[in-house]
């Protein structure tokens, strides 16, 4: 079992930046895994955001994301950041970490994650 916490949320004012950070506990099978970000905003469906690969570091971004959001794993492959620049209202949501064990390619699709976070919420002001 896999056991995922976000750290990081807050609240900013638009423009600003914020990281937020998800540690992993618990074992993953043999084989690459997956970390990454989904979120959901006030009165919308849960979306994908970013996801990282412990497979060469493969990243998938949602479309518009990339330009503003980085996803990064750290070398221990049990940490993801979630960099995130140039806040706006309309990223106001609860964060959420997912994991994804045998994951060679990250995907984008909310069922491939079996393993979610609690969630840590970003408010952004403007």
């Known amino acids: 079992q896999v056991q995922l916490v976000e750290s990081g949320g807050g609240s900013v004012q638009a423009g600003g930046s914020l990281t937020l950070s998800c540690t992993a506990s618990g074992n993953f099978n043999n084989g690459a895994h997956c970390l990454g970000w989904f979120r959901q905003r006030p009165g919308k469906e849960r979306e994908a955001v970013a996801i990282i690969s412990s497979w060469a570091a493969m990243r998938k971004y949602a479309t518009g994301m990339k330009a503003r959001f980085t996803v990064s794993l750290d070398n221990t492959e049990t940490i993801s950041w979630l960099q995130m620049n140039s806040l706006n209202p309309e990223d106001t949501a609860m964060y959420y970490c997912?994991?994804?064990?045998?994951?060679?390619?990250?995907?984008?699709?909310?069922?491939?994650?079996?393993?979610w976070g609690q969630g840590t919420q970003v408010t952004v002001s403007s």
């Open positions: 997912v994991a994804k064990e045998s994951c060679y390619n990250p995907r984008l699709d909310r069922g491939d994650y079996n393993f």
